[in-house]
């Protein structure tokens, strides 16, 4: 399963990556770091089943990122 989570260098957008992570669902974490910061992904940024793209979620291409394996959107 492939979640999107966008917002996720923010409080609680990195306690929901940290906790899908270690639950084994594959994350792709989308934020600009307008407001968070990226340090608060934590351990999670270490795990091989997250990825972390620094963008406006405006600004990516979907399909580049596999859009398409999406199953969840948080």
Known sequence: MTI???????KRGSLLCRKLVKQGKYVICVDDNSVGWSVNLGE???YPNFR???SKVEDIDGDKYGRKRFTEKI
Do not use: N, S, Y
């Open 4 to 10: 999107l989570v966008t917002g996720g260098t923010g």
């Open 44 to 46: 999670a940024m270490d």
């Open 52 to 54: 972390f793209i620094r």
